[in-house]
């Protein structure tokens, strides 16, 4: 069956540091692998999505790489800040607009 | 733009009785909806496509009488829990695509309904 793992457990960092966070998949092929941040007793807020062609996308401080081979997919915050901390969710679909399968979601903590 | 809304935020009810859940796509049409449930600490699990004018199509396991979606417009889609028990207590949370926004491919996430029955 199709699944997708995130890390566990939750990542503790300092403020100006890179959080790395990473969602496997297996038993799926997704088109689509979208990044979402959920706040608690929030719905999630849409970030980025990398399409199954593309290697890599940046947005601000943001950037997402999307590994087809490896079925891996790396999140990326630079300059990391206290405002960042939430739960990060990875979530895939198989084709354009299709139902998304999502994670089980990180929870960062960026610490001043 | 792309802004989805839902209503009640928060709602506690009796054991047995139903409760109805709107959610509204404020500023976009969307022909299709998603219904999610998320239990504490746990990931988003579909329950439902909501299709405007159509039935819409249920996850396996999620039982379509119990959980009763309304997509009566292209701006708003309603679930109703019916006959609902405290293992029914959850965030649910509705999402929309936005077909002639930027991202097509996404979902825009309602704030979410917490829902405790006694």
């Known amino acids: 069956s199709q699944k997708i793992e995130q890390n566990s457990e939750a990542l503790n960092i300092q403020e100006g540091k890179t959080a790395t966070l990473t969602c496997n998949y297996t038993n799926y092929s997704p088109a689509y692998l979208q990044w979402y941040r959920q706040d608690p007793g929030r719905g999630p807020v849409f970030l980025l999505l990398i399409r199954e062609n593309e290697k890599e996308k940046r947005k601000e401080r943001l950037k997402v790489t999307f590994d087809t081979t490896l079925k891996q997919s790396l999140f990326h915050i630079t300059a990391s800040q206290p405002a960042d901390s939430a739960t990060y969710l990875c979530a895939l679909s198989s084709n354009q607009g299709g139902k998304l399968i999502f994670g089980q979601g990180t929870e960062l903590s960026v610490k001043p | ?118």
């Open chain 2, 1 to 118: 733009g792309a802004v989805v809304s839902q209503h009640p935020s928060r709602v506690i009810c009796k054991s047995g009785t139903s409760v109805k859940i709107e959610c509204r796509s404020l500023d976009f049409q969307a022909t299709t909806m998603f219904w999610y449930r998320q239990f504490p600490k746990q990931s988003l699990m579909l329950m439902a496509t909501s299709n405007e004018g159509s039935k819409a199509t249920y996850e396996q396991g999620v039982e379509k009488d119990k959980f009763l979606i309304n997509h009566a417009s292209l701006t708003l889609s309603t679930l109703t829990v019916t006959s609902a028990h405290p293992e029914d207590s959850s965030f649910y949370i509705c999402s929309a695509r936005d077909p002639g926004g930027k991202y097509t491919d996404t979902q825009y996430f309602g704030p979410g309904t917490r829902l405790t029955v006694l």
